[in-house]
């Protein structure tokens, strides 16, 4: 199994920037893919980035260009840097993973989830 624990959620003001960590624990192999979905009260959940170990990523077009994916192998952590936040980027933010990147990492279901960490935006 994988393990995964999220944390750097907080509360900011719009235009402001925040960092998400994850850090992975578990087996890992080439197939892996990673990503941080997002979910706002009443709504719902929404990919927000994928990216595999070779660093192929992908965005949710209503955050490329502000927020930004780091995964550092050695430490078995991802970052999301959120730059420019808006309100709309209030939700609840998961980090989750899965084996199998077939069709790319963006596309299909993930099997491993994090407890989430809330973002609020004001």
């Known amino acids: 199994d994988v393990q995964l624990v999220e944390s750097g959620g907080g509360s900011v003001q719009a235009g402001e920037t925040l960092t998400l960590s994850c850090v992975f624990s578990?087996?890992?192999?080439?197939?892996?893919?990673m990503g941080w979905f997002r979910q706002a009260p009443g709504k719902g959940r929404e990919g927000v980035v994928a990216?595999?170990?070779?660093?192929?990523?992908k965005y949710a077009d209503s955050v490329q260009g502000r927020f930004s994916i780091l995964v550092d192998v050695a430490k078995k952590t991802l970052h999301l840097q959120m730059n420019n936040l808006k309100p709309d980027d209030t939700a609840m933010y998961y980090c989750?993973?899965?084996?199998?990147?077939?069709?790319?990492?963006?596309?299909?279901?993930?099997?491993?989830w994090g407890q989430g960490t809330q973002v609020t935006v004001s």
């Open positions: 990216v595999d170990l070779d660093g192929t990523t």
């Open positions: 989750a993973a899965r084996f199998g990147r077939d069709g790319g990492c963006w596309s299909g279901e993930y099997t491993f």
């Open positions: 578990g087996h890992t192999d080439t197939s892996f893919c």
